[in-house]
């Protein structure tokens, strides 16, 4: 049972580029969120999916694209990476909306 | 707009000792809060969670209890450990039909050996 599982680790991207963090959960969840951690902000979530087929914006959307692509796996995109966006990437999941959260370990993304 | 605020963002302790670690809200209409742990470089690991009809929840160690009226909840950590050592962060969940969690920014513990 791996959890919470995301790809890649480490990313380095130029301004302009784009790329698409993956992430899957075997844990049967209904609900997976992308959240972000900069230093002195604190987490924010990105996007959330309350359950397969739905996508909604969290408290920092602009830039980002989401895609459920089934139950297991919930993917975030970035169109024309910006050095805004420069940060830690976590992605969680829970049971039902509202449930206990399990994330996964992180991908640090660096655009320059 | 919900705020959630950790003080203080740092905190050192004596192994052995008990410490209670702080979480206020400035809305107190929440569904739950649940309490995380962080190591560097690396993911967050749920602790505890409660639900807002809830006072307090215990795993092991770890005591917390949640006050919605004075919007406050608080981590106990009984007998310190130098593996308790980690950034403790608590999270609320509004009771809107949103699932929009408030994280607060941490409070970075270091017991001494």
């Known amino acids: 049972n791996a959890g919470v599982t995301q790809t890649p680790k480490f990313q380095v991207l130029k301004t302009g580029q784009s790329m698409t963090l993956q992430c899957a959960q075997d844990m049967n969840h209904n609900s997976m969120y992308w959240y972000r951690q900069d230093p002195g902000m604190g987490l924010r979530l990105i996007y959330y999916s309350a359950s397969e087929g739905t996508t909604d914006k969290g408290e920092v959307p602009n830039g980002y694209n989401v895609s459920r692509l089934n139950k297991r796996e919930f993917s975030l995109r970035l169109e024309s990476a910006a050095p805004s966006q420069t940060s830690v990437y976590f992605c969680?999941?829970?049971?039902?909306?509202?449930?206990?959260?399990?994330f996964g370990p992180g991908t640090r993304l660096t655009v320059t | 707009k919900q705020e959630v605020t950790q003080i203080p963002a740092a905190l050192s302790v004596p192994e052995g000792e008990n410490l209670v670690l702080n979480c206020s809200f400035t809305?107190?209409?929440?569904?739950?809060l649940q309490w995380f742990r962080q190591d560097p470089g690396k993911g967050l690991t749920s602790l505890l969670l409660i639900q807002s009809s809830q006072r307090e929840q215990t795993s092991g160690r770890l005591n917390a209890s949640l006050d919605k009226s004075s919007g406050r909840s608080t981590l106990y950590i009984a007998a310190s450990q130098p593996g308790d050592s980690a950034t403790y962060l608590c999270a609320v969940r509004h009771s809107d039909r949103d699932d929009k969690i408030i994280f607060g920014k941490g409070t970075r513990l270091h017991i001494l050996p």
């Open positions: 969680a999941s829970s049971r039902e909306i509202g449930d206990e959260q399990y």
């Open positions: 809305d107190s209409a929440i569904y739950n």
